[in-house]
């Protein structure tokens, strides 16, 4: 049998979580049994294209115009001609863009990705989107909560859905002892959106700085955000205590040195970086919103805080300064509870699996 021809579309690459794990799973496709095709509609690095695929490097500034419209129909052309089994999409206007080619094009197997609670959506996009959805085929999950948001939000029949746990690389996130004392505490995440919430990240450092004025803070991302942030950093008297790495490529790595990772995200899917962190032996601190409980359980496996509470932050920061005992224990946890779910092997058996059920 010819391998299948699967084609994903994003809006761009670029070295965030969503992004990483379409690299990754392109990556890790076998080619006797599938050949992939990367659709992109706006400007990306080049340099994260998976070698193994053809990339369409379109770009489709405005899907709701003559020249939208025009790419398309293309796209619709493209399907046909190339006999595309598959079609995957994620985030917002690739859904819309991909999702209508994929329907009038009448692609066997239509896939929409559901990675983050939809904390983006207005009411007027909810309405398009939910036009789109009722001509997909299917939907991937990254995360429980995820998969009841949307069944619930757009109507969708659960059947159609399915959870697929993220890709992750175990042997290259070696376990590391962080039990000697604290020094470093960070977060990964890109300066790009306000969700993430870097700012409370620096607003709970403020606090702690107070009593343990010893400790660098490490924001490991970058951003249009970065200027903001830095400069609220100055106003509450901490910009000499905070790094900020930039884009780092090897933050498994980087990981190494943080003793204490921070999540503080408003709305989450299902965090690459909190998964970094259960993987490398750095405790956890998450904002109990999203998936952060699927990952974290309280006292166990990390530390749950409210969202938008830069003080609950910091005490928990705190809690964990103060006891190392307990810190390490919760490092141990949270690497077996993550051994035991997430890996490559796995991420790759599930979509194979899934993919065959919804081929004809």
Not at 106 to 125: E, M, N, Y
Not at 165 to 181: C, F, K, Q, T
Request: proline fraction near 4%.
């Amino acid at each position: 049998m010819q391998p299948v021809k699967v084609l994903y579309c994003i809006d761009n690459l670029l070295r965030g979580g969503t992004e990483l794990q379409l690299i990754g799973l392109i990556e890790r496709l076998d080619p006797k049994e599938y050949t992939p095709y990367l659709l992109t509609i706006r400007p990306s690095d080049p340099a994260l294209t998976p070698s193994n695929c053809q990339h369409l490097a379109w770009q489709v500034p405005k899907l709701f115009s003559p020249s939208g419209l025009v790419a398309l129909f293309k796209l619709v052309k493209f399907l046909r001609k190339e006999r595309i089994s598959i079609v995957q999409t994620f985030f917002q206007d690739s859904t819309l863009f991909a999702g209508a080619a994929a329907y009038l094009a009448r692609t066997p197997v239509r896939i929409a990705c559901f990675r983050d609670l939809g904390f983006w959506h207005s009411k007027k996009q909810a309405i398009i989107l939910k036009k789109i959805y009722q001509g997909m085929t299917g939907f991937i999950c990254n995360a429980d909560i995820v998969l009841k948001h949307f069944s619930k939000q757009f109507s969708i029949e659960p059947e159609k859905m399915r959870v697929l746990r993220n890709g992750i690389e175990v042997d290259a996130l070696p376990y590391v002892d962080h039990s000697h004392s604290y020094s470093n505490i960070g977060i990964v995440g890109n300066m790009t959106r306000q969700v993430k919430r870097t700012d409370l990240f620096i607003k709970a450092a403020a606090i702690v700085n107070q009593h343990y004025p010893d400790i660098t803070w490490h924001i490991i991302g970058d951003g249009h955000m970065r200027a903001d942030l830095e400069q609220l950093a100055k106003n509450l008297g901490v910009l000499d205590k905070l790094h900020f790495a930039g884009r780092v490529n090897n933050v498994a790595g980087y990981l190494e040195k943080i003793d204490i990772g921070i999540i503080c995200s408003d709305s989450e899917g299902l965090s690459n970086a909190l998964l970094e962190y259960m993987f490398k032996g750095v405790a956890a601190i998450a904002t109990d919103v999203g998936g952060n409980p699927e990952l974290i359980e309280h006292e166990q496996t990390g530390l749950l805080v409210p969202p938008d509470d830069a003080k609950a932050l910091s005490d928990a920061i705190v809690r964990l300064i103060s006891d190392s005992n307990f810190k390490n224990k919760l490092a141990i946890n949270a690497r077996q509870k993550a051994s035991q779910d997430y890996s490559w092997r796995k991420c790759i058996a599930a979509h194979r699996h899934y993919y065959s059920n919804l081929l004809p």
